[in-house]
């Protein structure tokens, strides 16, 4: 999906304003370009002056109006997106979660919709000068036909030219994105892990070679796309010039009629639309990461849809207690992404009545974080069934069931606040720390 794509499909209401105003600048461009060539001319003066301010003043309007709202409805459509990807994770199990990666799910929350803010910067301005080469393009035909045959020879070959280039630009984007995401991975070994990186030097040194290669590889793979983005930029440049040369000395050759303050207003007029044209070339960059974002964002969206549980119409209703959670004969198995290994648990029955503490035990890597994650419902079974007071947990009931759950898992995550607790009780909470002895190390703001 692009980037205009994108904007298509969530913007709503303003938008056929948006482009209405849009055009109106661009009308305007064209009619301050027709008043200056009129007053060369020395004909009606008063009628080009009048013409240019009237046509500066909706110039002027359109382009305040365009802007701020381009980036208004540019930054509602990024909150949405960035609302809807924390819903749909939210509603997500665990296991398909852990596939995506959180290196994936951050990049897309935080680094694409940055950079769809900064190409909405350059959209109206785009948008713009577009509007502007089709009324200038008008003018000059009207001026000469020779001229414009020229320019639309010129423009359809560097506009093929670009998108057979844009292709190759965009696939090497989406590698360089991939790369950088392995790059965060890396990082989080480091700050998640960053207690065994600093009790050993050996893990600490491979593992920032290994860091060393993944950003090597990245920019490279960025260097070279920037390479390409750039020489397109040059071509389109000199696309542009080459315009400007064909008009001036090739055109007159093929008709009688341009010439003299003819050739004048017609390059006066092409120089309009190459200044809009070099605006185009320079945001070619930003709009083909713009371009690449879009489209990083749609297939994680479309991915996480297809995990996603149905949203909740109503709160869940929590049981106050329970009598016996019971493990019949369940199967767990996964396969691992780093080593294609599968990795079983299984069969197992187990029994838990209210009241009992009970230890569950085992070697390393024998399934123990596994099966409190299937008995918890994080991880659905392959087979069998646990029930809750003889209810069948299954995705109709299993919100209820986890919510009878409170757990800390060797990879806890520490909260900023309690949330989910609407009202804590002050006085509830210090007894409780005191209870653990932790009234002096912790305390609620």
């Given at each position: 999906m692009?980037?205009?794509?994108?904007?298509?499909?969530?913007?709503?209401?303003?938008?056929?304003k948006?482009?209405f105003?849009?055009?109106?600048?661009?009308?305007?461009?064209?009619?301050i370009?027709?008043?200056?060539?009129?007053?060369?001319?020395?004909r009606?003066?008063?009628?080009?002056?009048?013409?240019?301010?009237?046509?500066?003043?909706l110039?002027?309007?359109?382009?305040?109006?365009?802007?701020?709202?381009?980036?208004?409805?540019i930054?509602?459509?990024i909150?949405?997106?960035?609302?809807?990807?924390?819903d749909?994770?939210r509603?997500?199990?665990?296991?398909?979660?852990?596939?995506?990666?959180?290196?994936?799910?951050?990049?897309?929350?935080?680094?694409?919709?940055?950079?769809?803010?900064?190409?909405?910067?350059?959209?109206?301005?785009?948008?713009?000068g577009a509007?502007?080469i089709?009324?200038?393009?008008?003018y000059?035909?009207?001026?000469?036909?020779?001229?414009?045959?020229i320019?639309?020879?010129?423009v359809v070959?560097?506009?093929t030219?670009?998108?057979?280039?844009?292709?190759?630009?965009?696939?090497?984007?989406q590698?360089a994105?991939?790369?950088?995401?392995?790059?965060?991975?890396?990082l989080?070994?480091?700050?998640?892990?960053?207690?065994?990186?600093?009790?050993?030097?050996?893990?600490?040194?491979?593992?920032?070679?290994?860091?060393v290669?993944?950003?090597?590889?990245a920019?490279?793979?960025?260097?070279?796309s920037?390479a390409?983005?750039?020489?397109?930029?040059?071509?389109?440049?000199?696309?542009?010039y080459v315009?400007?040369?064909?008009v001036?000395?090739?055109?007159?050759?093929?008709?009688?009629s341009?010439?003299?303050?003819?050739?004048?207003?017609t390059?006066?007029?092409?120089?309009?639309?190459?200044?809009?044209?070099?605006?185009?070339?320079?945001?070619?960059?930003?709009?083909?990461?713009?371009?690449?974002?879009?489209?990083?964002?749609?297939?994680?969206?479309?991915?996480?849809?297809?995990?996603?549980?149905?949203?909740?119409?109503?709160?869940?209703?929590?049981?106050k207690?329970?009598?016996k959670?019971?493990?019949?004969?369940?199967?767990?198995r996964?396969v691992?992404?780093?080593?294609d290994t599968?990795?079983?648990?299984?069969?197992?029955?187990?029994?838990?009545?209210?009241?009992?503490?009970?230890?569950?035990t085992?070697?390393?890597?024998?399934g123990?974080?596994?099966?409190l994650?299937?008995?918890?419902?994080?991880?659905?079974?392959?087979?069998?069934?646990?029930?809750?007071?003889?209810?069948?947990?299954?995705?109709?009931?299993?919100?209820?069931?986890?919510a009878?759950?409170?757990?800390?898992?060797?990879?806890?995550?520490?909260?900023?606040?309690?949330?989910?607790?609407p009202e804590?009780?002050?006085g509830?909470?210090?007894?409780?720390l005191?209870?653990?002895?932790?009234?002096?190390?912790?305390?609620?703001?």
């Amino acid at each position: 999906m692009s980037f205009l794509e994108l904007v298509r499909r969530e913007m709503h209401g303003s938008l056929p304003k948006l482009l209405f105003m849009s055009a109106l600048g661009g009308i305007s461009t064209a009619a301050i370009l027709a008043a200056i060539n009129a007053g060369m001319q020395g004909r009606s003066n008063l009628w080009a002056a009048t013409l240019f301010l009237v046509a500066l003043f909706l110039f002027i309007k359109t382009q305040y109006y365009v802007t701020i709202t381009t980036t208004a409805e540019i930054e509602s459509i990024i909150h949405k997106i960035r609302l809807r990807l924390i819903d749909l994770v939210r509603r997500s199990e665990l296991l398909p979660i852990e596939g995506i990666g959180r290196a994936r799910i951050v990049a897309a929350i935080t680094s694409d919709t940055a950079v769809l803010t900064q190409a909405s910067n350059l959209l109206a301005f785009t948008i713009q000068g577009a509007v502007l080469i089709f009324f200038v393009a008008i003018y000059v035909a009207f001026l000469s036909l020779a001229a414009i045959v020229i320019t639309i020879v010129v423009v359809v070959t560097a506009g093929t030219i670009f998108h057979l280039k844009n292709k190759r630009l965009a696939a090497q984007k989406q590698e360089a994105a991939a790369w950088e995401r392995r790059l965060f991975d890396r990082l989080t070994d480091f700050l998640d892990g960053f207690k065994e990186v600093r009790l050993n030097s050996a893990r600490s040194n491979e593992l920032f070679a290994d860091a060393v290669d993944v950003s090597r590889t990245a920019a490279n793979i960025k260097i070279r796309s920037q390479a390409e983005t750039f020489k397109l930029i040059v071509s389109s440049q000199v696309s542009m010039y080459v315009l400007l040369g064909a008009v001036v000395f090739v055109a007159p050759q093929l008709s009688e009629s341009l010439g003299g303050a003819s050739l004048t207003q017609t390059t006066t007029a092409l120089m309009f639309v190459v200044g809009a044209c070099f605006g185009l070339v320079q945001s070619i960059p930003v709009l083909l990461t713009a371009n690449a974002s879009a489209d990083r964002i749609a297939q994680l969206e479309a991915t996480l849809r297809a995990i996603a549980g149905p949203a909740k119409e109503h709160e869940v209703k929590v049981p106050k207690r329970f009598d016996k959670i019971e493990v019949h004969d369940i199967v767990f198995r996964y396969v691992d992404k780093f080593s294609d290994t599968t990795f079983q648990i299984g069969p197992i029955d187990f029994t838990l009545s209210s009241g009992e503490l009970v230890f569950i035990t085992g070697g390393n890597g024998s399934g123990k974080s596994t099966f409190l994650r299937v008995l918890a419902g994080l991880y659905p079974p392959d087979s069998g069934e646990i029930t809750l007071d003889g209810m069948r947990i299954n995705d109709q009931t299993r919100d209820a069931y986890r919510a009878l759950m409170s757990a800390i898992f060797f990879d806890y995550h520490l909260f900023q606040r309690l949330y989910g607790i609407p009202e804590p009780e002050p006085g509830e909470i210090e007894r409780l720390l005191t209870q653990f002895r932790l009234a002096d190390k912790i305390w609620l703001t």
